[in-house]
T-cell receptor
Framework: NAGVTQTPKFQVLKTGQSMTLQCAQD?????MSWYRQDPGMGLRLIHY???????DQGEVPNGYNVSRSTTEDFPLRLLSAAPSQTSVYFC??????????????FGDGTRLSIL | RKEVEQDPGPFNVPEGATVAFNCTYS??????FFWYRQDCRKEPKLLMS???SGNEDGRFTAQLNRASQYISLLIRDSKLSDSATYLC?????????????FGGGTRVLVKP
């Protein structure tokens, strides 16, 4: 059971570099989201998607782009990395249904450091 | 004030003891509630949903108090393996749409 798969698990970038964090799920979930987790701040929503072709901003979207061309994949792009984006990033998916009323299934995270 | 607040702990618990902690939320229109468990440097995993009538899963009991706007988690007969951070998650209804908000987590350390 793969569930939600994130790659890479670790990444170090220099300020100004760009990169894409990959997320794929094999549960046919409509809803997918990206979070960042910083010490003492809990998880904060970056972007989310309610289905292929539909994305929307979360709480902290600045500096990130997303797209959803298929149900399975939801990549997160850092346009120009900044030290403030050093964090642990989690991708999650959930069944469709009443919005946000379904439990989230998380990938095992990407630990990103920006120098 | 944070929308979802948790005591960060740590709660130091002797093995076999009972521990309970709360999570308060600010939006009275909140619709659904969850407890997640997160081990160090791991992803959050659903522990249990919280229903209006309260619910129990083995040694874990979750309760919702809508009047006082908090949910609680009680762990009975604590095991060493219960050591983790417990995240409270609230689905809030807002004018701009629903919002899933995470608390900062309560750390529990079970010691022999």
């Amino acid at each position: 059971n793969a569930g939600v798969t994130q790659t890479p698990k670790f990444q170090v970038l220099k300020t100004g570099q760009s990169m894409t964090l990959q997320c794929a799920q094999d549960m046919n979930h409509e809803y997918m989201s990206w979070y960042r987790q910083d010490p003492g701040m809990g998880l904060r929503l970056i972007h989310y998607s309610v289905g292929a072709g539909i994305t929307d901003q979360g709480e902290v979207p600045n500096g990130y782009n997303v797209s959803r061309s298929t149900t399975e994949d939801f990549p997160l792009r850092l346009l120009s990395a900044a030290p403030s984006q050093t964090s642990v990033y989690f991708c999650a998916s959930s069944d469709s249904g009443p919005f946000f009323n379904q439990p989230q299934h998380f990938g095992d995270g990407t630990r990103l450091s920006i120098l | 004030r944070k929308e979802v607040e948790q005591d960060p702990g740590p709660f130091n618990v002797p093995e076999g003891a009972t521990v309970a902690f709360n999570c308060t939320y600010s939006n009275s229109a909140s619709q659904s509630f969850f407890w997640y468990r997160q081990d160090c440097r791991k992803e959050p995993k659903l522990l249990m949903s919280v229903y209006s009538s309260g619910n129990e899963d083995g040694r874990f009991t979750a309760q919702l108090n809508r009047a006082s706007q908090y949910i609680s988690l009680l762990i009975r007969d604590s095991k060493l393996s219960d050591s983790a951070t417990y995240l409270c998650v609230v689905n809030m209804i807002k004018a701009a749409g629903n919002k899933l908000t995470f608390g900062g987590g309560t750390r529990v350390l079970v010691k022999p």
